[in-house]
């Protein structure tokens, strides 16, 4: 059993269009986070909440705690958006994270 | 540039042998972690340190040792007794209990 699931596991886009990517959790937390990884392998923190929403440029990030939901929105996808894209939960209690298999993002122009 | 490094990018090793994975970082931070990447799973946890000279097994701790004698650094060595060793490994690193995680940007192992 996942402690986090993320669907879809798979997205293809036209350039442009708005992306939803969704990550549903089980455990209690202190903090989701929001992870892009690009084919080298590095991976690179978008974003780590708590409640409510946050905007760094064309991303949004949400989370309802009470329902155990995050959703990371792409506006007007760009071809550089294309990565691999990683919820992660950090457990309330102790210091372990659970991390989702991820949401592989090609957007085409 | 703050960071962390891990060296080498890519690692080729025999069956049977010992291998040690370098992650050092220079963010000041104090915990570090140790993931394992494998095709189609999500990141599983190898070990953990919250600080110098102390570390939990993670998940997969079998056949895999660390050390945290700096805070800067935590080496991870794979044995000849982990069955499974190719994967691709990531160290990470976090200030505290609800920081951000920074990572490395990975070391891709081969055991044939």
């Known amino acids: 059993k996942n402690e986090v699931e993320q669907s879809p596991q798979n997205l293809t886009a036209q350039e442009g269009e708005f992306i939803t990517i969704n990550c549903s959790y089980s455990?209690?937390?202190?903090?989701l986070h929001w992870l892009q990884q690009h084919p080298g392998g590095g991976i690179v923190s978008l974003f780590m909440l708590s409640s409510g929403k946050k905007k760094h440029g064309r991303l949004i990030a949400t989370i309802n705690i009470q329902e155990k939901h995050s959703s990371l929105h792409i506006t007007a996808s760009h071809p550089r958006d294309s990565a691999v894209y990683i919820c992660a939960v950090k457990h309330n209690t102790g210091n372990q994270f659970y991390f989702g298999t991820g949401t592989s993002l090609t957007v085409i122009p | 540039d703050g960071g962390i490094t891990q060296s080498p990018k890519y690692l080729f090793r025999k069956e049977g042998q010992n291998v040690t994975l370098s992650c050092e970082q220079n963010l000041n931070h104090d915990a570090m972690y140790w993931y394992r990447q494998d095709p189609g799973q999500g990141l599983r946890l190898i070990y953990y340190?919250?600080?110098?000279?102390?570390?939990q097994k993670g998940d997969i701790a079998e056949g895999y040792s660390v050390s945290r004698e700096k805070k800067e650094s935590f080496p991870l060595t794979v044995t000849s007794a982990q069955k499974n060793p190719t994967a691709f490994y990531l160290c990470a690193s976090s200030r505290e209990y609800n920081s951000p995680l920074h990572f490395g940007n990975g070391t891709r192992l081969t055991v044939t």
């Open positions: 455990v209690g937390i202190s903090a």
């Open positions: 340190s919250q600080i110098v000279n102390d570390f």
